[in-house]
């Protein structure tokens, strides 16, 4: 008998450190150490015409002469990303407060990829499933984001901008002449 539970105990062991591997495997994918976003998509799923239609109403709404896109803090950001271009190209920020990116693919698998400052964020782009992004730009600056994944023969030039201004409202001193009047900005001050 005392064999026995010597035998139980031994295969228990066994089980046990076999399945400690896979879940520190899965709590490093879960919760990295490095600061920054990544995401493999785990969305919702949506049809790209859905997605264009999004991305084509919320361009309309915040689009500047200039063709860049200033992004609303609390408003979703959309972005298609379509062999070889992403759309908008161009984003705005503001520093030191937090966005949210919505982006889907209308045709084969992209990555989005940027360094901005000491944090990088890193988004595989998929068809049919959106993925969301948290951005979070501490320093003012234009930050070049690639395509981070081969999608064809234009893959190299691949190209997104995120612009990010200082973190005071930069509309009311903006030199540009056309404004974005009539909309709210959502935008609450305070806490
Ligand atoms: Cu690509």
Redo the contacts with the bound molecule.
């Keep these: 008998m005392k064999s026995h539970s010597y035998l139980l105990a031994a295969v228990v062991i066994a089980f046990s450190v076999l399945l400690i591997i896979p879940m520190w495997a899965a709590y490093g994918v879960m919760f990295p150490k490095e600061g920054g976003g990544h995401s493999h998509g785990g969305g919702e799923m949506v049809t790209a015409a859905e997605f264009e239609e999004k991305t084509a109403r919320f361009m309309k709404e915040r689009q500047l002469p200039d063709g860049s896109v200033r992004a609303a803090h609390g408003e979703p950001i959309y972005v298609m990303?379509t062999?070889?271009t992403f759309t908008p190209s161009t984003i705005r920020l503001a520093a030191g407060k937090q966005y949210e990116l919505q982006m889907l693919?209308t045709d084969?698998?992209?990555?989005f990829s940027v360094q901005m400052g000491n944090t990088s964020y890193n988004a595989v782009?998929m068809p049919k499933m959106v993925t969301a992004l948290k951005l979070k730009p501490a320093k003012p600056g234009k930050y070049l984001v690639v395509?981070?994944?081969?999608?064809?023969i234009?893959?190299d030039y691949?190209y997104f901008a995120v612009i990010v201004e200082e973190a005071e409202d930069k509309e009311h001193h903006e030199k540009s002449s056309v404004e974005t009047k009539g909309h709210e900005h959502g935008e609450q001050h305070g806490k």
Excluded: P
Aim: glycine share 12%.
């Design positions: 990303a062999q070889y693919s084969v698998v992209h990555a782009v395509c981070n994944e081969y999608c064809g234009g893959h691949m």
